[in-house]
């Protein structure tokens, strides 16, 4: 009898420990490789908010999801965040994102035009002018809503903006990278021939952080921990 019940104790461990494996924690994350979020500076901070999770033993997939989709999935905790750094001005439009609490960078956006130059527009009136943005930059959207600018179309990509300027239905769109960055960047293959203009000075400018679904909360003290070093130059 004794024996028996050793082989089903036993049994049942086994199962136990089977069964935690399979409800192991997996985060999935999204970045968007193809919009103009994935510039140089930013896809270093990506590397950086990965490194932190690769420490702490969280096991993490990361999907290719586009920032117009992203941040909606997030929120309904259909993934737990992104791996891109987000205005602070989220939390006003989200309900479920909890903020990773060290400032990531000082984001900066430019205007960016082909056949027009934003420097010279900018000291003029930009009632006029039309805007192209990707759906999801909200940082975009608030400099639009502040500067009281209505001509505004939404694509989906980076690569839809700049042919929107190409072909002459847009004037400008936004970029978070200086000129400079932006011809050593991936997206310079986007120009090819094509002169740009970036305006000299950010237009806009806000503080970004990391968020994950509050269904992670108990990781967001831990995850703190590791990024402030990281990230000690804005602290």
């Known amino acids: 009898m004794g024996a028996l019940l050793n082989k089903v104790i036993f049994f049942l461990t086994f199962l136990s420990c089977f069964w935690v494996h399979g409800e192991e924690r997996v985060l999935k994350f999204s970045f968007d490789s193809q919009s103009q979020m994935a510039s140089p500076t930013l896809i270093e901070i990506k590397k950086k908010m990965e490194s932190v999770y690769n420490e702490l033993d969280i096991k993490f997939v990361t999907e290719d999801i586009p920032i117009s989709r992203s941040l909606q999935l997030a929120d309904d905790g259909v993934i737990d965040g992104e791996l891109f750094p987000r205005s602070s001005r989220i939390e006003e439009k989200t309900k479920n994102l909890l903020r990773i609490?060290?400032?990531?960078?000082?984001?900066?956006?430019?205007?960016?035009?082909?056949?027009?130059?934003?420097?010279?527009?900018?000291?003029?009136?930009?009632?006029?002018?039309?805007?192209?943005?990707?759906?999801?930059?909200?940082?975009?959207?608030t400099y639009l809503k502040t500067e009281h600018l209505k001509n505004i179309t939404e694509v989906n990509s980076f690569a839809q903006a700049v042919k929107m300027l190409k072909t002459k239905r847009a004037d400008y769109t936004f970029v978070l990278e200086p000129k400079e960055s932006i011809l050593n960047s991936p997206n310079k293959e986007l120009f090819k021939s094509d002169a740009i203009h970036v305006s000299h000075s950010p237009v806009f400018s806000m503080d970004m952080y990391f968020f994950l679904h509050k269904k992670n909360q108990d990781l967001i003290e831990k995850i703190t921990k590791k990024l402030k070093p990281k990230f000690k130059e804005n602290i």
């Open 101 to 141: 609490p060290v400032l990531v960078f000082k984001g900066h956006i430019y205007l960016l035009g082909i056949h027009s130059d934003p420097n010279k527009a900018l000291k003029k009136d930009l009632k006029k002018a039309r805007f192209v943005h990707i759906r999801g930059h909200l940082s975009a959207v």
